[in-house]
């Protein structure tokens, strides 16, 4: 506490901030395929996710 270490590079920070951004949106993303899917299979006759 008394040497606080060294702030994190610019790398780091970019890895850092990826891994939030996948955390937060992938489990959003995954949930709502299915709505998606539902949604284009009722209004877009024709087009399909898989």
Do not use: D, K, N, Q
């Not at 899917?37 to 877009?44: R, W």
């Amino acid at each position: 506490m008394l040497s606080p270490a060294a702030p994190l590079g610019a790398r780091e920070r970019v890895a850092g901030l990826a891994a939030v951004a996948l955390l937060l949106i992938g489990p959003a993303a995954v949930a709502a395929i299915p709505g998606v899917g539902s949604f284009l299979a009722h209004h877009c006759h024709g087009v399909s996710l898989f």
